[in-house]
Structure formats: structure tokens, C-alpha cells
């Protein structure tokens, strides 16, 4: 006579762990601190101040760069078909170009990192008051300053990025411990 067949009886470490196997797929992958749960990441870019090797060549990646120290450096917001860097290179004079498509339907979350006590103050269409001489940003400000600890991303005004109507001129100014800016760009759920 043959002996019955015994089936172990699974532990509670076990069963956990075939359940967790089999929720997996539907699990959405969390994202940075400071970007709320659920958004889907669609395009990033880096604003860095610029490093000592930089010979005004874009390479291969979503990079603007701007000066360490930058005062009033530009950067144009254009409309277009995509999210593209257009032209990286904001330094020594030049105009860098970044390309958007309908950014009233985005969230964009941005963060600094790199040297404690780094700066970056962008204004968005810059404007001055002929009666106070006060510099205004019509469309927005975003105002890092790198401290210590972990860096979180902070929403920016989706303003700064919407140029479907009419481009729109960014003015930076750095200190000269800025070193990098994040950008994220995120599909509302």
C-alpha cells in the first residue's frame, strides 16, 4: 500500500510572499520625494552650472547650462511638438532653448541638489515697473537654495512652461555654489 501524499502547510512568511508575487504587476513604482503618488514621469531635464570642462557642446542628454554666478542668463520657452532641449547653452551670452508641448496638462516638479548654499532664482518674463524700477515675473518665479539634507522636488508654476500662446523668456541668476536643478515633468492621473 502506498503512503498518502503529505503537503506541507505553508508558513505565514510564505503565503506573504506568493501574495506580494502576485500583486507586483499592478504596483506603481513610487516616485521622488515631493512628487505625489499615481503621476507618470513623461520627461526630465537638468539645468547645471556650468563645469569647468564645458566646451558649449549639449552631448547627449536633456541639459541646459548656465554659468556658476549667472546674472541675468537666458533661457526661451517655445511652443512645439514635443519636450525637447532645442539648444543647452545659456552661458557666456548665449540663448538656450527649451521646447514644450501643452504644459497646462503637466505637472513639473523641480528640485535642487549639489553644494549646500547654492542658488538658482529663474523669473519668467521679466517685466520693469517704470514707476518703482521694480523687477516683475509675470508668469512665476522658482527660488532654490540648496541646505542640508535630503532635496525634494516642489511643484513650479506651470506658467513658467506654457508657451502656447507666446514664448516665453526665462532671466537666471545664480550664486557660485549652484551646481544642478532637476526638472521633472509629470501626466496628471
Not at 160 to 179: E, Q
Request: charged residues 15%; proline residues 7%.
Amino acid at each position: 500500500m502506498r503512503a498518502p501524499l503529505r503537503i506541507p502547510i505553508p508558513t505565514r512568511t510564505t503565503l506573504a510572499l506568493l501574495a506580494s508575487l502576485l500583486v507586483l504587476p499592478g504596483i506603481a513604482r513610487a516616485n521622488p520625494p515631493g512628487i505625489p503618488a499615481g503621476e507618470k514621469l513623461v520627461w526630465k531635464f537638468n539645468l547645471i552650472g556650468k563645469p569647468r570642462d564645458f566646451t558649449g557642446d549639449c552631448g547627449s542628454g536633456n541639459r541646459l547650462f548656465v554659468n556658476r554666478d549667472a546674472k541675468n542668463e537666458q533661457i526661451f520657452v517655445v511652443n512645439g511638438s514635443t519636450w525637447a532641449i532645442v539648444d543647452c547653452n545659456a552661458t557666456g551670452g548665449g540663448h538656450a532653448i527649451i521646447s514644450t508641448n501643452q504644459a497646462a496638462t503637466y505637472d513639473i516638479f523641480v528640485r535642487i541638489l549639489g553644494k549646500p548654499g547654492g542658488n538658482v532664482f529663474i523669473c519668467a518674463d521679466t517685466l520693469t515697473d517704470p514707476t518703482t524700477q521694480e523687477t516683475l515675473c509675470l508668469l512665476g518665479t522658482i527660488d532654490l537654495t540648496r541646505g542640508s539634507g535630503q532635496s525634494k522636488f516642489q511643484i513650479a508654476p506651470t506658467s513658467m512652461f506654457d508657451a502656447s500662446n507666446i514664448d516665453i523668456l526665462w532671466t537666471v541668476d545664480t550664486t557660485p555654489d549652484f551646481r544642478i536643478a532637476q526638472f521633472r515633468v509629470y501626466q496628471r492621473p
